[in-house]
């Protein structure tokens, strides 16, 4: 059997695998979300205490016209879901979400219903910006919002803003080291073509070191299963960014079999 095939029918078995274990405790399997909610985040500590709808937001708009870095790193949202512990008060104070949503950068509330357009949760709320009609032009992909989004940038549908004026400190310019070569334990899956460049485009160092990931080559070690479970690359991929059910977009470089 030709190695070709051989690599092949491993993809095959490692879809299969990871669509299984990605499915619930319970073993049902988990519904794939259509492309507009994907990476969609119901953001609701407070407010059903208040009597306000939860907020629903919509990453794939962010990420059309931000850094990961600029949010993540300069007003200091949580990497996880609900981590942030936003308020009212901290958004009037030009904190998280009100560092942009002031009525400048973006919207800010008007008194005039604009609450509506982030507390939308249950409701038949009509976005300004419609996902289908804002990708329609965009490079595909198979999974996650169903848009390549590094090639989208590179072929200039999205210009993306790094910095914030009075919330953004000076960059530390360095050099973004080239592509690494990461090979699987399993000798038979492709190689793993990482590319520093294009997570430093969106990310920057800071949100990946010192971590999760060690500036030292090779560490830490980590399994298919931590990423699955949300850690290393499993962070950004299954969350955000396109999830490890793509596995051709990692895994690039094919192994040649020692016998």
């Not at 590094?150 to 080291?177: C, F, M, N, V, Y």
């Amino acid at each position: 059997m030709k190695k070709s095939v051989i690599s092949l029918m491993v993809i095959f078995v490692a879809i299969i695998s990871i669509t299984l274990l990605s499915g619930s405790s319970h073993g049902a399997r988990k519904k794939r979300p259509p492309h507009h909610e994907y990476g969609n985040v119901v953001i609701d500590n407070f407010s059903r205490g208040n009597k306000m709808s939860p907020v629903v937001f919509n990453h794939w708009l962010h990420r059309a016209k931000y850094t990961c870095r600029l949010c993540h790193a300069d007003l200091k949202f949580s990497l996880k879901a609900n981590g942030s512990k936003i308020t009212e008060e901290a958004n009037k104070k030009g904190l998280f979400c009100g560092a942009c949503h002031n009525g400048k950068e973006a919207f800010g509330p008007d008194g005039k219903g604009s609450c509506d357009r982030c507390h939308s949760y249950g409701k038949n709320e009509q976005a300004k910006n419609e996902f289908y009609p804002f990708t329609r032009q965009f490079p595909r992909a198979r999974f996650g919002n169903g848009i390549n989004w590094i090639t989208a940038e590179k072929e200039g549908h999205l210009t993306l803003k790094d910095t914030l004026s009075g919330k953004s400190g000076k960059r530390e310019q360095r050099t973004a080291p080239g592509d690494s070569v990461i090979k699987p334990d399993e000798q038979e899956m492709p190689q793993i073509i990482f590319s520093h460049e294009k997570h430093a485009l969106w990310n920057g160092c800071d949100l990946c070191h010192p971590e999760p990931f060690q500036e030292k080559k090779g560490s830490p070690k980590f399994t298919m299963e931590e990423i699955i479970d949300g850690k290393f690359c499993g962070t950004c991929h299954g969350k955000v960014s396109f999830p490890v059910l793509d596995c051709q977009r990692c895994h690039t470089k094919p192994t040649i079999l020692e016998r």
